[in-house]
């Protein structure tokens, strides 16, 4: 207990006093008996002052302590409440409750969990990871060519030295060197020497002898003319060798084309990191050839750049791919603008009639993995129609990220079959139709034939709900009503969506993704064979197949040797052309297999089809699929003889 500093002191005061008073009580009792007679009472008086004083102290003392009491009293009758809730005690210092510090914290409740920042909900044990990040065990990590700043994935600057340049993520060798150690050496090309024709050095001049001149020499008879070699016919090369099914199919349309024959077997790289037994077993089992004689060069490397130096230095280039490669490298801003593949080439007929559906799907929810270049894919697509075939952009329902409800919407569904492609189909005059769609595929893990397209909010559990069924767009496509369909389809087909490639990329299920029977008027064109992952193309930032797809598009599949240069494009010219480009492209600039896939049964039909009677001849009864590419004028004129002729 406190009391006041003025109380403490007067109360000590008062009791020295007093005891100083009693350590002599004798001596003044004596004095006063001395005096009694002389005053009287004076001894009595002195200890009646220290009676009095002693009292006094005492109340003093007792006062203090007294108003004290009552002050701390009020002090906390004022400030402390009553009493705190359970768990909480009374802080002197916030003069507040507060929660008592200690192993007794209250418990959470499920589904949460106590952590040192409380109570939380646990953590789900597979991540879903947008681009740059990828799936690392439970958690993210940033994928190859990024790398980790301030909890986010930021793209490796890479500076590549001369004669080095940057290919995607890493640097490579410039055209015209190769790789030699760890720099790059220039391709030397060893021209034969040219010898100067043998001839006969003039005589050195030497003074004549004197005397008589010497005889003349005899006359030289005169040599006979050799006879001219007569001129050999020569057998110019082949000027472009196709895959034996690709000039098998050219050749069964259109007959024996000058300028194109079979190529031998392509070879494979050999993945590093195969063994002997593995090598050949995988050989045997899929039909393949790996290369022996090649130079060694990076996991990428552009298709140009190759034909180049193999022509220059006269040798095979292979690229080693790594043990698990991302479809086209990490993901970049395109580097090459789509439109210089045809801005170079005449544009085509303005199809102002003819009716396009382009689609792409990237962004997907619950989970799903990116589709990197699926927006990216259909823009180009979207591009090439309007800007160099002539399709009006009210005639294309382009579509980004689309629902179930989107598919149902335009292709149709049980309820609508034939969608909104059959209302805007005239009946009188039905014109062509074109569809793209560049989107995630899937393949149900105990049915092999129920085959999806994944709609942006598919979810992998329920793909009988929320996905679109491959066999019912293809009948859906058959009830439009449309003259001609043409049906492209940038996606793989497999049992999960796993973004990585597993070299050489072979297909191992029997998928059904193609019609299960043939439908009048349609030519279906998918990127790959069966479960095959598809490759993306880094030079242009869009998939491999669709590049190729827009090349031939564009007139590329109507050039020789391959095309007849009539201006217009079948769909035979067109799979030829891109299923070529695709196959070596993949094989030369990644070292791996990917084959775009066309069966016979949609790239030709009866003639009983509504359009088969404008190409019918006598040589056969079934013609390929048509997309003219002549000038609107010329087309005119050629039907108006026609009708005055007939």
Partial sequence: MRFPLKCAFAACALLAFALFALSSDSQRAAAGEHYRGHGGGGGGGWSGGVGVGVGVGTILLNEAIRRQQEKQQYKQHVTQPKGCPEGMTWSRKKRTCVNVKGPEIAKCEPPKIKTRKGCVYPQPETA??????????????????????????????????????????????????????????KVVVVEPETREPPHVAPPQQVEEPQGPPPPPPPPQQAEEPKPKPQPVAQIDPPIRCLPQDLYDLLTEAYGKRPGV?????????????????????????????????CVQVGPYMPLASINKLEALAHLTICVSPDSCVYPGGAPAEPRTEIRTVFKNLPAGVKNEDNLAVVIGNQTYLSGLPTNQYGASDA??????????????????????????ADFERVFGSDENPGGEIAGRIDKKDPGDVFIYVASHGMVKEDDAEAVYLLPVNAKLEELDKTAYALQELYDNLGKTGARTTMLMLEANFAKNLDELIDPPNLPELEVEAMPATPVAGLAVFKASDRDQRTIQDPEYGIGL????????LAGRADEAPIGNGDKRIDTVELY?????????????????EQKPSCPRSTITWSATSPRASRYS?????????????????KLMRAAARAKSAS
């Avoid at 031998?264 to 037994?277: E, G």
């Avoid at 006598?618 to 002549?630: N, W």
């Fill in 128 to 185: 879903s990871c947008t681009w740059p990040k990828i799936k690392s065990g439970k958690g993210c990590a940033c994928a190859g060519g990024y790398e980790r700043k301030h909890r986010e994935c930021v793209k490796e600057v890479v500076s590549c030295d001369w004669p080095k340049i940057r290919v995607g993520p890493g640097c490579m060798c410039a055209p015209g060197f190769v790789p030699y150690g760890s720099g790059c050496t």
């Fill in 261 to 293: 024959g079979p190529c031998p077997m392509a070879c494979l790289p050999k993945p590093a990191f195969f063994l002997p037994a593995k090598l050949e077993e995988v050989a045997t089992k899929a039909g393949i050839s790996w290369c022996e004689n």
């Fill in 379 to 404: 823009d180009a697509v979207t591009a090439l129609l309007t800007e160099q075939l002539g399709y009006r952009k009210e005639n294309i329902i382009d579509l980004r990220d689309a629902s179930l």
């Fill in 545 to 552: 197949f669709t590049r190729y797809l827009i090349e031939g």
């Fill in 576 to 592: 030829v052309y891109t299923s070529d480009m695709v196959r070596t492209a993949a094989r030369k600039s990644f070292g791996l």
């Fill in 617 to 633: 001849s006598g040589r056969a009864t079934r013609k390929p699929m048509t997309l003219s590419r002549e000038p609107l004028g």
